[in-house]
């Protein structure tokens, strides 16, 4: 069973930049999506973005033009560039495939967006 660890978040002022890094213990390759959500206190986790082998990245429109998600099958490993950060993106994020398996939830990494 493939297990998944976010790493990365911190305190960061608003306009900040952050990347955040989820390991996995196996290969990735074989996931055709893999995603990152985000659970803010009091919410629903949500998807904010994904990325597709096939197809591509998506990207919420809640995020779009500010973050940015790759993947490097290579390093099993899947990325997300977050910049121009903002205080309603504070959040515990994770990853996950697209759709998610509960198996597959990690610790999560904070962010917080604060100055």
């Known amino acids: 069973q493939v297990q998944l660890v976010e790493s990365g978040g911190g305190l960061v002022q608003p306009g900040g930049s952050l990347r955040l890094s989820c390991a996995a213990s196996?290969?990735?390759?074989?996931?055709?999506?893999m995603g990152w959500y985000r659970q803010a206190p009091g919410k629903q986790r949500e998807l904010v973005a994904l990325?597709?082998?096939?197809?591509?990245?998506n990207i919420a429109d809640s995020v779009k033009g500010r973050f940015t998600v790759s993947r490097d099958n290579a390093k099993n490993t899947v990325y997300l560039q977050m910049n121009n950060l903002k205080p309603e993106d504070t959040a515990v994020y994770y990853c996950?495939?697209?759709?998610?398996?509960?198996?597959?939830w990690g610790q999560g990494t904070q962010v917080t967006v604060s100055s």
């Open positions: 996950n495939t697209v759709p998610a398996v509960s198996n597959y």
């Open positions: 196996g290969s990735i390759s074989g996931f055709s999506a």
């Open positions: 990325i597709n082998g096939g197809i591509g990245p």
